[in-house]
């Protein structure tokens, strides 16, 4: 990713940020580690509140994912004390839903919550969301158009011809990248920087995920979207 020539791309692909998660229940903790690395973003794990408070001033994270019931310190306490310390974006996860006027009113200052059990793909959105508030003072875009395409980089959704589609991360980066510059000729290592730049994937990878990207595509529209220039690499028919 050229992000020194492209800071518009720099909150949509926040590959550097990294979030805390703060859980003590391991298989919850692992799912959003494994779903946060996959969107590109960098993790770190503490199972209780001390450990917390610990890594949240030895790491200055980004993003803080806090549980509520947690052993030796709760996440109330928690984000008391993150509050008091730094402005960091905290979302609550909670089972408990009469907190959560109170976790997101002044008193306390969350940014956001999920309700637990959730999704970890609501997770995700809720952390790219806060994520993009926190950047508030970098523009970015939230809506791109291009021939019925439409991509929502705030929600991670996108649309063709109004008919919603399911793609992995990977396949949203592609396609994002692509209409960020529609037209523009991408070489295979040029897509894999910018759509997996912590992965040690090999070049033709991107071909398997083009592939499942048309793929996708073709089932919702006609047309050729992403043409293959011999020799280059891919673009997106302008
Ligand atoms: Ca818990």
Known sequence: MKSATNPILE??????ALVLVVEDEPDIATILENFLKKQGYRTERAADGETALALFRASHPDLVLLDIMLP????????????????????MLTARTEEIDKLLGLELGADDYVSKPF???????????VL?????STPFTELLR?????LDTLQTTVR??????????TEFRLLQHFMMYPGRTF?????????MPESSALERVIDVHIANLRRKLSELASGEFIQNIRGIGFRLKP
């Open 187 to 195: 070489s295979r290592a040029d897509l894999l920087e910018a759509t």
């Open 132 to 136: 993009r508030r926190s950047y508030a």
């Open 11 to 16: 909150p949509m692909n926040p590959s550097s």
């Open 146 to 150: 291009l021939g019925g395409i439409e």
């Open 72 to 91: 030796k310190k709760d996440g109330i306490e928690v984000l008391k004390t993150i509050r008091r310390e730094k402005q960091t974006p905290v979302i």
């Open 160 to 169: 063709v011809n109004g008919i919603s589609l399911e793609l992995t991360a």
């Open 119 to 129: 999704r970890p793909m609501e997770v995700m959105a809720r952390v790219k969301a």
